[in-house]
């Protein structure tokens, strides 16, 4: 079975209605052999915060060292969202083995009338998931309710209920109290339940706590709770450091924690005052680790800032709560006048929406693709009768935003907010890439068609046209159906994905630069937000620009040579060889004199099996080291994933950051952003890399452009400029050796994130699978960097500088030969080093 039918099947789930309760899960999951048993779970439910709660606890829990499984709703771009293992959605390939296992059982099951729905299946598969990936936990979001949840098929270790608001009346109930009788059902049967609930909801959460001997522990926030007097944990919200964090106090019973968070408003402190009593009540007791854990709790589409001038803001507030609550945390930016992008699905109360809403200046509704979906002309009449904003009844999101943002001064705000598959259609206005593919045969053509669930009667038609100038991309339902379209009046073969209706469909286009240009002039006319696709397919396909050259940064005129330089007692080759500043300035003058432009100081072995260093120790290795060669002509890096170590070797006299965990420390990114210097963002699984580690790839090289497309985003919000941020594959980092070639051979596709790129494989064991031995492969290392210059690659990172300083010339020089010019004499001199293997050289 093929990815597209197994999700199709999925989606065409949701044709059946809820039936409140667990008995059908039950009796599929029995089928699967009853794949939850043995797992811990926490439970969370609520009527707002749920998400952002489970996503605290999970980021907390995996800062501790657990494998943990994420389960949430809905998704943004693909159904896969829903289910991570310590952060990456399941696989194509699980999906399809799930759906293969689960549907005969599930057309007999409906033979009998007795279907099961798309929320009971898909949560089904994450337990299922969690179960092939061995979690030690795995943290689930309530769909709706709790008692009669699908969810709740599992017996949890700890729960919370994070508050109880009027939300689905027709099935939860008809007062508050209904409803947070229900949800407080996920209580566990003697163990922890925490709630941030007040008044008559706790009371009856603590009644049915009780019911089940569970202990509740109560946090008291800025936006609910008791009276902190009364509450077990006290949550401050002391407001926004930037608009990408907020800073919140959380106190217990003789414990403390102060820390930033990466999302804005009083209420989020409540939610990390609920996850920090979660993950506390599961054995977390360390404060450095409950901080880490909820810095890194990034989640998209909560009060998520954008970009500034105008300040561009997406919520997915859904119900009036929520929208009051957006209103508030709004008031925190200093904006002028605000313009309202606004959709929704047909069943929320959108008066009450609106009116809870901050005064827009002008209102744009919209309309995502989903049947769901509240018509925007009805939507405008409810803004027209609350407000006195001028109002425009828009289509689609793309194109709602877009005029907001045009209608927009400097100093205002764009807000768009409704719905969570609202934020998901605007978030592809920043995430969309468009990856050039490579194609030199008609097999070629075939296997990536197939790749990008394109169905199969339609791949050999599509193959024949495919080896020209070929991108791929992910685009709505609805655009796809013009891409499909237009691109056969403009002579492009098209190829769309099978998926309908449920993800953002795979696209793959092939066709001469005359025929793209031609489609994308006829796209810029369509409305449907197919303005922003064309701009993007011109920047990918369009007529190549001549590239401007910094002479700050050799990697802006061809492909630079980055030297490595340990001053690490446990590398591999030269360990405690350049602690002395005299010995550490010879081998870097004779680095340069080989032909280096960056000489890489690392103090921290990321090899395999290498003890973390303190920061203290780090900083007193490299600083007086960085401190000795700075004055060489040559730029020079630090090898580091704190940013502690990170701002002492900028004050030394070092030019660029090389982060191995592409910004796992959340300071690293700002303090790029504050000193206005290049980092390295690389792509890693673990760090220091785990030799046992193997990763579930669907297209390695897709899976890894689309991971670093969310760190180099994440950079961007931080206000690092996109030029300034180097994106690294991560050669070795939870990659096969097959994988790193994959790497290597495709590197030209890491285009679509618009970085420099580096490529990072000097003696590394992607060459045992070439006859050579991992540590010592100089002659399979000189042979890729000249493939990797060839194929792209901004800087190669590499030990032996002469050689591969020259294979880089070659293929300069192989690629141009009438411009090239002949480069001054390299010596070689202090070129015989060895690399440490996988995972890093320091």
Known sequence: MRYYEAANFLFDLRRFQVKPGTESVRDLLAHLGDPHEGIDFVQVAGSNGKGSVARMVESVLREDGRRVGLYTSPHFEHVRERVRVDGRSIPKAEVAAFVEAAKPWLVERAADGEPLTFFEVVTALALWR??????????????????????????????????????????????????????????????????ATAGEALATVREVAGDRDATVRTVAGPTGGPAPADADLTATYEGAVSPQESRVALVGDGWAVETRIPLLGAYQATNAGVAASLVRAMGVDDGGTLARGLRNAHWPGRFEVMESDPLVVLDGAHNPAACGTLGE?????????????????????????????????????CAPTLDRAEDPEVLARVFERETDATVTAGDSVADALADARAAAGPDD?????????????????????????????????????????????????????????????????????????????????????????????EVLLAGSHAAFGELTDALDDLGHGLAGVAEDLRGAVGEATEAVADPRYPWTDGTAVMGVLNV???????????????????????????????????????????????????????????????????????????????????????????????????????????????????????????????????????????????????????????????????????????????????????????????????????????????????????????????????????????????????????????????????????????????????
Not at 587 to 597: F, K, P
């Open 130 to 195: 969690f179960d092939r990936a061995d979690v030690d936990v795995a943290v689930l979001e309530v769909g709706m309710g709790g008692e009669f949840d699908a969810t709740s098929v599992v017996d949890p270790v700890a729960a919370a209920v994070t508050n109880v608001s009027l939300e689905h009346t027709a099935v939860l109930g008809n007062t508050v109290e209904e409803i947070a009788r229900t949800k407080a059902k996920v209580a566990p049967a003697g163990g922890p339940l925490v709630t």
């Open 329 to 365: 945390t709004l008031a925190e930016l200093d904006a002028d006048d605000l313009h309202l992008v606004f959709g929704a699905m047909h069943d929320k109360d959108h008066g009450e929406m609106a009116a809870a809403l901050p005064a827009p200046a002008s209102v744009h509704t």
């Open 413 to 505: 705000c764009v807000l768009l907010t409704g719905s969570l598959f609202c934020v998901a259609e605007a978030r592809t206005t920043w995430t969309r890439q468009v990856v050039p593919k490579g194609l030199s045969d008609g097999a070629d053509a075939r296997e990536t068609l197939a790749d990008a669930n394109v169905p199969t009667p339609e791949i050999a038609a599509a193959a024949d046209e495919s080896v020209h100038e070929t991108v791929k991309t992910r685009v709505s339902e609805t655009q796809a159906t013009h891409l499909r379209r237009e691109a056969a009046r403009a002579g492009a073969a098209c190829g769309v994905s099978g998926v309908g209706g449920g993800e953002l469909a």
């Open 568 to 842: 690490t007692p446990d590398s591999f080759h030269d360990g405690g060889e350049f602690f002395d500043e005299a010995d550490a300035l010879a081998r870097a003058e004779a680095l340069v004199d080989a032909g280096v432009d960056v000489i890489d100081v690392g103090g921290e072995s990321t090899r395999p099996g290498a003890e973390a260093v303190p920061v203290d120790e780090e900083i007193d290795r490299i600083v007086p080291v960085i401190e000795a060669v700075a004055d060489v002509d040559a730029l020079v890096s630090v090898d580091t994933r704190k940013a502690s170590v990170a701002e002492a070797a900028l004050d030394a006299g070092a030019d660029v950051l090389n982060d191995v965990t592409g910004l796992e420390d959340p300071e690293m990114r700002f303090l790029a952003a504050e000193r206005d210097v290049p980092v390295i963002v690389m792509h890693s699984i673990d760090t220091p890399v785990d030799p046992e580690t193997s990763p579930d790839y669907d297209d390695v090289v897709e899976d890894v452009i689309a991971e670093l497309g969310e760190r180099v985003l994440l950079a961007e919000k931080a206000g690092i400029p996109r030029e300034n941020v180097i994106v690294d594959p991560g050669i070795g980092f939870g990659k096969s050796p097959r994988a790193n070639f994959a790497l290597l051979g495709r590197l030209g596709e890491f285009e679509a994130l618009g970085c420099p790129v580096l490529f990072g494989h000097s003696h590394k064991s992607m060459f045992e699978l070439t006859g050579e031995t991992a540590g010592d492969a100089p002659n399979g290392t000189v042979a890729a960097t000249a493939l990797a210059a060839a194929n792209g690659a901004d800087i190669v990172r590499v030990h032996d500088a002469a050689e591969n300083a020259a294979a880089v010339r070659v293929a300069a020089a192989a690629a141009d030969p009438a411009g090239f010019d002949a480069p001054r004499p390299a010596d070689g001199a202090g070129d015989t080093d060895r690399a440490d293997g996988d995972g890093g050289d320091a």
